[in-house]
T-cell receptor, first 116, second 116 residues
C-alpha cells in the first residue's frame, strides 16, 4: 500500500529564507508524485509533479522538488520565501501502473508560515 | 484550461435536510471524478470515486446511502448529503481527472457545509 509522510506539520521561515518541506513516500511500484498548495477556504492547486524523466522538477511560484528514489523522498524547496507563500502544502503519491483512474494518497500536510 | 467548479461554495442547512453539491469540469471531459472531505486543519480524505455512467466506488467507512454520488455526464458529478447532521459539517472538495493525464487531478474550490 502506498503512503506519504510529511515531516513537520508546521514550518516557519523568515521572508527571503530557504523553504524546505519534507515528503517521504512508500510505494511498491515507481510512483507519480505531486505537491499541492491550499490557501484558506480554497481547493488545491498543483505546484509541480514528477512522472518520469528528470528527477529535479520545477513548478510554479519558484518551487522545485527532487525525486530521490534511494531515499524515497520528494522534498519541496524554494530559495527565497515570500509572504504570499504562507499556505498549507500537501504531498501526494499515485500508483503509475494501475491504469484507468488512480487515487491520490495525501500526506497530512505542512502549514508554512512566513514572517517578516 | 482544466478548470473545475463547485456549487455552492458555501451552504448552511438545518439538521435532517439534504444538500446537493455540484462539481463541473468547465473545459474538459472528466472520465473520473473524486470527492474528498477535509476536516479543519487536516488532510483530504477520499470519500468516493465516480466514473461517468457507473456507480461510485466508496472508500471504507463512507456511508454510500448517506453520501449519494451521481456522475451523469462527462462534465458533471453531484454529491448529495442526505439527512445531514452537524457532524457532516465539513469542507467538501471534488476533483476531476482525464485519461492520459499522468493521473493529474484538477481540484474544485471546495464547498463549506455547515449543518445547524
Amino acid at each position: 500500500a502506498q503512503s506519504v509522510t510529511q515531516l513537520g506539520s508546521h514550518v516557519s521561515v523568515s521572508e527571503g529564507a530557504l523553504v524546505l518541506l519534507r515528503c517521504n513516500y512508500s510505494s511498491s511500484v515507481p510512483p507519480y508524485l505531486f505537491w499541492y498548495v491550499q490557501y484558506p477556504n480554497q481547493g488545491l492547486q498543483l505546484l509541480l509533479k514528477y512522472t518520469t524523466g528528470a528527477t529535479l522538477v520545477k513548478g510554479i511560484n519558484g518551487f522545485e522538488a527532487e525525486f530521490k528514489k534511494s531515499e524515497t523522498s520528494f522534498h519541496l524547496t524554494k530559495p527565497s520565501a515570500h509572504m504570499s507563500d504562507a499556505a498549507e502544502y500537501f504531498c501526494a503519491v499515485s500508483d503509475r501502473f494501475s491504469g484507468g483512474y488512480n487515487k491520490l494518497i495525501f500526506g497530512a500536510g505542512t502549514r508554512l508560515a512566513v514572517h517578516p | 484550461g482544466a478548470v473545475v467548479s463547485q456549487h455552492p461554495s458555501r451552504v448552511i442547512c438545518k439538521s435532517g435536510t439534504s444538500v446537493k453539491i455540484e462539481c463541473r469540469s468547465l473545459d474538459f471531459q472528466a472520465t473520473t471524478m473524486f470527492w474528498y472531505r477535509q476536516f479543519p486543519k487536516k488532510s483530504l480524505m477520499l470519500m468516493a470515486t465516480s466514473n461517468e455512467g457507473s456507480k461510485a466506488t466508496y472508500e471504507q467507512g463512507v456511508e454510500k446511502d448517506k453520501f449519494l454520488i451521481n456522475h451523469a455526464s462527462l462534465t458533471l458529478s453531484t454529491l448529495t448529503v442526505t439527512s445531514a447532521h452537524p457532524e457532516d459539517s465539513s469542507f467538501y472538495i471534488c476533483s476531476a481527472q482525464t485519461s492520459g493525464s499522468y493521473n493529474e487531478q484538477f481540484f474544485g474550490p471546495g464547498t463549506r457545509l455547515t449543518v445547524l
